[in-house]
């Protein structure tokens, strides 16, 4: 009689944060998943070991994984499921040379950041974080027809730098506010798109920093827009104007931005993410004309869920043969 046949045992996973518990439940019914207890980044030695030990890696913005950990000795992970849209934080050339198949979630979180977009854009206007903090120190000393005058935003100038999927629908509730809206991208939007947000293109990107009212980051990480906004670029930005940034933080100069703040040469800011993360330009942490979140962008329980279970269906795809739907390497 012959040996009884053992059953293939599901692939390894190690998913480096905590997600929502809906997707971990998914997870472990599908794989075999090792969780993150303690919700903190993994350490490199952990991440060097996570290469040799599963078949695949769910990572997060915190996980770097860069040339020299995909070229571990002895490696067997075979895919990087991405929980987030941006994948600076992976080396992808290197994944691609190594045969490494790496995902991210896309579409996930599109409607979330969208609206912290917004959010960011009516807190800096009507200086609702510095208005709050007043009143938390107890100096607010009632209704003023001059106190904290801020701006409104109806028929002021959107310029999105950037026009992809968070963009456009940025675009879409700016409009909703009384918004115009102009651009500036690598390509052009369709004729269509363009029609149904009202938006239309800026020459260059100096020139629609010149020209908005609001200037709102939305082009992914990495060396080619580092300091996207610096020194130079926020010189020709109004008086008046408003930088929102909930991209990536290398995409503006910190220090640089600190100082335009400081001595009034722009508006205001709203941030949700830092060059140095979760490190902070410590000037801008003294300023009152900017807002300060941390990195909240995609932080409802619609979008994190939703994000996790692409990052889960993109496994699921590569495992069972299929193409992953969110491959980008």
């Avoid at 807002?291 to 409802?300: D, I, K, M, Q, R």
Wanted: hydrophobic share 45%; net charge negative; aromatic share 4%.
């Amino acid at each position: 009689m012959s040996a009884p046949r053992v059953p293939p045992q599901p692939p390894s996973v190690l998913v480096t944060r905590r997600l929502p518990e809906a997707v971990e439940a998914r997870l472990t019914a599908q794989f075999r998943t090792m969780l993150s207890e303690s919700d903190e980044p993994v350490r490199r030695d952990a991440l060097e070991a996570a290469m040799r030990e599963h078949d695949a890696l769910l990572t997060t913005i915190t996980d770097r994984i860069d040339a020299a950990l995909i070229a571990s000795e002895g490696r067997r992970v075979r895919i990087i499921a991405n929980f987030g849209t941006g994948t600076d934080h992976i080396d992808v050339d290197a994944a691609r040379r190594a045969g490494i198949v790496v995902t991210n979630t896309p579409d996930a979180l599109t409607e979330a950041a969208a609206e912290m977009t917004i959010l960011l854009m009516l807190m800096a206007a009507r200086r609702a974080g510095e208005g709050e903090r007043v009143l938390r120190a107890g100096e607010w000393e009632g209704w003023g027809p001059t106190h904290m005058i801020g701006q409104g935003l109806a028929g002021r100038t959107l310029g999105l730098v950037g026009f992809g999927r968070i963009a456009q629908r940025t675009a879409a509730k700016a409009r909703g506010l009384g918004m115009s809206v102009r651009y500036f991208s690598r390509s052009r939007a369709p004729a269509e798109v363009e029609t149904e947000l009202g938006a239309t293109p800026a020459e260059s990107l100096a020139a629609l920093a010149a020209e908005a009212d609001v200037l709102s980051l939305h082009v992914p990480g990495g060396p080619a827009t580092r300091h996207l906004i610096d020194r130079e670029m926020l010189t020709r930005m109004k008086p008046t104007a408003i930088l929102v940034n909930t991209a990536r933080g290398s995409v503006v100069d910190e220090a640089a931005l600190a100082e335009a703040l400081a001595e009034r040469r722009i508006g205001a800011a709203g941030l949700d993410v830092y060059e140095r993360e979760p490190e902070v330009e410590p000037m801008l942490l003294l300023l009152p004309n900017v807002v300060l979140l941390p990195h909240l962008g995609s932080a409802t329980i619609e979008a994190r869920t939703a994000m996790g279970m692409q990052a889960a269906d993109n496994l699921e795809d590569y495992f069972s043969g299929r193409q992953p739907r969110n491959r980008v390497a």
